[in-house]
């Protein structure tokens, strides 16, 4: 059974920092871009950032560039958010995805976490 669990989330005070982990299981990633996407209260489900299999590409919404940095381990089948900065505005639920078919950096996603909590205080 494919499991994708996300970690790592809680909750900040504006400009601190947190690092999400999602750690997958149940088959082989090969060829698998990841991706984070986040999910505020009365909002709808928002892109953050991708990666690719090979790690050479990576790819940001324009709100975290220059703060988040995505990141993962072939090796350990996990892949990482560096969330520096936070701003109040970066609170919402984080999920990370698994996904193969699309083209850069639009991709249809297959498997999907449950989520992880990330609440910044002003």
């Known amino acids: 059974q494919v499991q994708l669990v996300e970690s790592g989330g809680g909750l900040v005070q504006a400009g601190g920092s947190l690092r999400l982990s999602c750690a997958a299981s149940?088959?082989?990633?090969?060829?698998?871009?990841m991706g984070w996407f986040r999910q505020a209260p009365g909002k709808e489900r928002e892109f953050v950032a991708v990666?690719?299999?090979?790690?050479?590409?990576?790819y940001y919404v324009d709100s975290v560039k220059g703060r988040f940095t995505i990141s993962r381990d072939n090796a350990e089948n996990t892949m990482y958010l560096q969330m520096n900065s936070l701003k109040p505005e970066d609170t919402a639920v984080y999920y990370c995805?698994?996904?193969?078919?699309?083209?850069?950096?639009?991709?249809?996603?297959?498997?999907w976490g449950q989520g992880t909590q990330v609440t910044v205080s002003s």
């Open positions: 995805a698994a996904g193969r078919l699309g083209l850069w950096p639009h991709y249809n996603y297959e498997y």
């Open positions: 990666i690719s299999w090979n790690l050479y590409r990576t």
């Open positions: 149940g088959r082989t990633f090969s060829g698998y871009v």
